[in-house]
């Protein structure tokens, strides 16, 4: 019965691991010939400019965009939670952003957020107020990329939030209340350590999604302008299939995937001390 | 007996002979029924192909599947594809002066050269020394035939007149005048909200527009001894050109534009003036009243070099090495690049690479119509003439050299660094990969 299981696994997920960590151990740049090079690309990983600079980035991405949907994430999902009226509607227009594909949301942040061509600029104009650089300034370029990520996923973690308000026991509120603890207190020491669990799943999610933030940045910037959006998996991508170094490219992918891996187990073990 | 043993003999001979050269004519329904994948970038020539390949598979039976990309996603895709020694797709196009010797290297490219030798692949009106002699060699690597030429291209300097008269500016004449001429029409309020220049931003993208500033200027991308020149004086002077009239002219946002957006500001009438390709004619020229208000030329030479080396190239399209349908996929490479498809893609705006073709009567009745039709074609005559294909540095690794001479004017017009200095630095990178 298991053998599936394992065939699976094998096929899927250890074979492209694998496979990519032998890569990674060569010098290989297509049309050149292939050389086994050990650690070598690794070791040039240390001295790349642009690797410490991609690393910098995925976790400010990182960081920031996952702090903000947490925190909006945990906000909607109470203020959800109390709706009386059209919850349906309300609901369904929350759930629309994240259904968007990132292509669309991509294409979307060029039509608003250019700063020549945007509809935002314009607005921002007509309204006489100042206008914005947005996703052209290298210097929150990145904040520009993190607000757009967090619009479509602030509702997403909302949502996940709403069901695990929905499953809390009544009864702990109630004691809560004859012993006096209402508002803010009940949501400081009863609800949030209570949620605890919810948020660490929610945050495992975004994780894995966040270090491997891709598509949007690629349609908009492209990892520019300079280098101000150019994110590990980013360079790699440009390292791979652009500049045709698929041993380099590889040796990048390994070590975001094990930073992919850190965040997750990091968090798992988290989840374990917050479960009740 | 013997004589009529002979004449049997003599018949089947006859009947034999007649057979192989029945084999070895060529029919344009030899390969009815395949099928064959095109992988194309988003190009003038590739939307055409999209509309008319019905016609080609009216014409040999062979039924053709489009897709097309925009560059990245379509070199992305090909590159994957053929990492897989992938069988789906059979031809794609190829800039071969920017990848012609890594895909060889690779083995990506079927050899076409015994194809267009067999009289029983080739059509015998496919006049393939009909091709310039330079198209004909950029689609020639290590002696092997490996694509054909489908276009004639380079970045021209388009200006809008209206703009220029509103503002009683000269049209430059040397490329010295064309900060002098931004100066003044950021001056000029009858301008009203247009942008004064545009040109492309983006890091991958600036070498095809820039060289012509460098070279213009003075400069070369190489030393006198191979090595990477952008540090030398006029090499600074052509980028640092380039980069202040994006910063000082250009549009907000302009590290994030390609073509794309340049095209759209100049059609829509509200740019003054670019460095942009010659492929991009048509697209301008949709926009209502482009036709009558834009003007079109090589870029100016330099005053004080004297010199006007402009860039020029052309795609062409290959055989993948791995498709299982070599033959059917030359018939198309054929039909597609045939004097009689040229004509008529003319008026997508493809400049034809056939001598016959940009010579005719066909050629020249259209351009004639309107000015500047007339205006265009004669750039790319000139372009044809004095241009070069060399938008980088002496080295193997085209891709990256040229990303990496965008990433120095980025920081001149980004303001992270002086002109000399983004050079210098530039050849110091480039210096690794050579």
């Known amino acids: 019965m298991m053998l599936p299981a394992v065939g699976f696994v094998a096929v899927m997920v250890i074979f492209p691991f694998g496979y990519a960590l032998w890569l990674s151990l060569l010098d290989y740049k297509i049309g050149q010939t292939l050389t086994f090079v050990g650690i070598g690309n690794y070791k040039a990983l240390l001295a790349d400019e642009q690797f410490w600079n991609g690393l910098r980035l995925t976790f400010i991405l990182y960081a920031g965009a996952l702090v903000l949907q947490l925190v909006l994430g945990v906000a909607l999902g109470l203020l959800l939670h109390r709706l009386e009226t059209l919850k349906g509607l309300i609901r369904t227009v929350m759930v629309s952003p994240f259904m968007l594909p990132p292509v669309v949301v991509g294409m979307m942040s060029i039509v608003v957020l250019d700063p020549s061509m945007g509809v935002a600029n314009y607005l921002l104009k007509s309204a006489g107020l100042p206008t914005s650089l947005f996703l052209a300034s290298t210097d929150f370029v990145i904040f520009t990329v993190i607000m757009i990520d967090t619009w479509q996923w602030a509702p997403f973690v909302a949502l996940i939030i709403l069901g695990g308000l929905q499953s809390l026991p009544t009864r702990v509120y109630e004691a809560a209340a004859i012993d006096g603890a209402v508002g803010w207190r009940q949501f400081v020491y009863i609800t949030l350590p209570l949620l605890g669990p919810t948020i660490l799943t929610a945050a495992v999610l975004r994780s894995v999604d966040l270090l491997r933030f891709f598509d949007v940045i690629y349609i908009t910037t492209q990892g520019g302008p300079g280098y101000a959006t150019s994110t590990l998996n980013i360079y790699a991508y440009r390292k791979g299939f652009e500049f045709s170094d698929i041993g380099y490219a590889s040796a990048l992918m390994i070590t975001l995937s094990t930073i992919v891996f850190g965040a997750v187990l990091v968090f798992a073990q988290l989840r374990r001390k917050v479960a009740w | ?434």
């Not at chain 2, 689609?139 to 209206?162: C, R, S």
């Not at chain 2, 931004?182 to 004064?196: E, H």
């Not at chain 2, 009438?269 to 004619?281: K, P, Q, Y």
């Open chain 2, 1 to 434: 007996m013997r004589k009529s043993i002979a004449i049997w003999a003599a018949a089947s001979a006859m009947v034999f002979a007649g057979g192989v050269a029945h084999a070895q004519a060529f029919n344009w329904k030899k390969n009815d029924g395949q099928t064959i994948n095109l992988l194309l970038n988003n190009h003038p020539w590739s939307q055409a192909m999209r509309d008319m390949s019905g016609e080609f598979t009216a014409k040999t039976g062979i039924k053709v599947r489009v897709e097309i990309f925009n560059e990245e996603q379509f070199r992305a895709r090909l590159t994957t594809m053929m990492q897989a020694k992938s069988t789906d797709f059979d031809v794609f196009m190829s800039l071969k002066f920017r990848e012609g010797a890594t895909y060889d290297k690779a083995g990506w490219y079927a050899n076409l050269t015994p194809l267009l030798n067999s009289p029983a692949s080739t059509s015998p009106d496919f006049n393939f020394n009909d091709f310039g002699e330079g198209l004909r060699k950029a689609e020639t690597v290590n002696g092997k035939l490996v694509g054909l030429p489908i276009n004639l291209e380079g970045p021209l300097f388009y200006w809008n007149k209206e703009i220029f008269k509103k503002c009683n500016v000269a049209e430059p004449m040397y490329l010295e005048e064309l900060p002098e001429a931004a100066a003044k029409l950021k001056a000029c309020p009858a301008k009203g909200d247009a942008t004064v220049w545009a040109a492309r931003g983006i890091r991958g993208a600036i070498s095809y527009a820039v060289s012509g500033f460098i070279y213009n200027s003075g400069g070369d991308f190489a030393t006198p001894d191979g090595k990477p020149g952008l540090c030398q004086p006029n090499s600074v002077k052509g980028a640092e050109m380039y980069a202040n009239l994006l910063k000082d002219y250009g549009p907000p946002g302009a590290a994030n534009h390609t073509f794309t957006q340049v095209i759209e500001m100049l059609g829509q009438g509200r740019l003054a003036m670019t460095h942009e390709s010659s492929n991009e004619f048509a697209n301008i020229v949709k926009f209502p009243g482009r036709a009558a208000d834009i003007g079109v030329k090589v870029l100016p030479k330099g005053k004080a070099s004297g010199i006007s080396k402009p860039i020029v190239f052309g795609w062409g399209i290959s055989v993948s090495n791995y498709s299982t349908k070599k033959d059917a996929a030359w018939y198309f490479l054929q039909w597609a690049t045939s004097a009689e498809m040229e004509a008529r893609l003319v008026k997508n705006g493809v400049a034809p690479p056939r001598s016959s073709v940009f010579n005719g009567p066909e050629f020249k009745a259209w351009t004639a119509e309107l000015p500047i039709r007339q205006a265009w074609a004669n750039s790319l005559i000139e372009i044809s003439k004095t241009g070069t294909a060399i938008s980088y540095p002496p080295t193997d690794r085209v891709i990256e050299a040229r990303e990496t001479v965008g990433g120095g004017v980025q920081k001149i017009f980004l303001g992270q660094a002086g002109a000399k200095d983004a050079m210098c630095q530039v050849d110091a990178d480039l210096a690794k990969l050579q």
